[in-house]
């Protein structure tokens, strides 16, 4: 028992003990690579790199990133949402999130969510299409401008997975 105090001494070993901070850690990774793909794919100077990061995430089936970044920007939200099908990572799983995207204020965001969802290839989850067609159409009740021949075409393309 004497034996194993040693490697407690701090002197002797420095001892990691794993749990809680080991998932903190993860996490912090994950925001550090979300910070960065927010970074690589907005910044104009970085334009060079962007079609390539694009690529990777594709290779890599980890468009939960781009997900990640568009819930944390505070701007250039658009550009991020259109990384999504530039990528052309199956964004399927996440169609509710999207749908959500389509149905926003600001035009160009719900403008790429629309083609984001236009290029799902599904499969989806239970009733999640029929959850957005519902959606779009309470939607649709309250505009009475461009944003209905957008919402239209959503439907259509809502359908379509039908």
Same mark, same amino acid.
């Given at each position: 028992?004497?034996?194993?105090?040693? *490697?407690?001494?701090?002197?002797? *070993?420095?001892?990691? =003990?794993?749990?809680?901070?080991?998932?903190?850690?993860?996490?912090? %990774?994950?925001?550090?690579? !979300?910070?960065?793909?927010?970074?690589? !794919?907005?910044?104009?100077?970085?334009?060079?790199?962007?079609?390539?990061?694009? %690529?990777?995430?594709?290779?890599?089936?980890?468009?939960?990133?781009?997900?990640?970044?568009?819930?944390?920007?505070?701007?250039?939200?658009?550009?991020?949402?259109?990384?999504?099908?530039?990528?052309?990572?199956?964004?399927?799983?996440?169609?509710?999130?999207? =749908?959500?995207?389509?149905?926003?204020?600001? *035009?160009?965001?719900?403008?790429?969510? =629309?083609?984001?969802?236009?290029?799902?290839?599904?499969?989806?989850?239970?009733?999640?299409?029929?959850?957005?067609?519902?959606?779009?159409?309470?939607?649709?009740?309250?505009?009475?401008?461009?944003?209905?021949?957008?919402?239209?075409?959503?439907?259509?393309?809502?359908?379509?997975?039908?």
């Amino acid at each position: 028992m004497e034996d194993f105090k040693k *490697y407690f001494d701090n002197k002797e *070993y420095v001892t990691k =003990i794993v749990g809680n901070e080991e998932e903190q850690s993860v996490h912090d %990774l994950d925001n550090d690579k !979300i910070s960065s793909l927010i970074a690589l !794919i907005t910044k104009p100077e970085n334009r060079d790199f962007k079609e390539e990061a694009l %690529l990777i995430l594709k290779k890599e089936k980890a468009g939960y990133l781009l997900v990640s970044a568009i819930k944390k920007a505070k701007k250039d939200k658009a550009i991020l949402v259109a990384a999504c099908w530039e990528s052309e990572i199956n964004f399927s799983s996440d169609l509710l999130f999207f =749908i959500e995207l389509a149905l926003d204020t600001d *035009y160009l965001i719900s403008l790429e969510a =629309i083609t984001v969802i236009a290029t799902m290839e599904g499969p989806f989850k239970g009733d999640d299409v029929k959850t957005a067609i519902e959606k779009v159409k309470e939607e649709q009740k309250k505009l009475n401008n461009e944003r209905v021949v957008l919402l239209n075409d959503l439907l259509f393309s809502l359908e379509l997975f039908v």
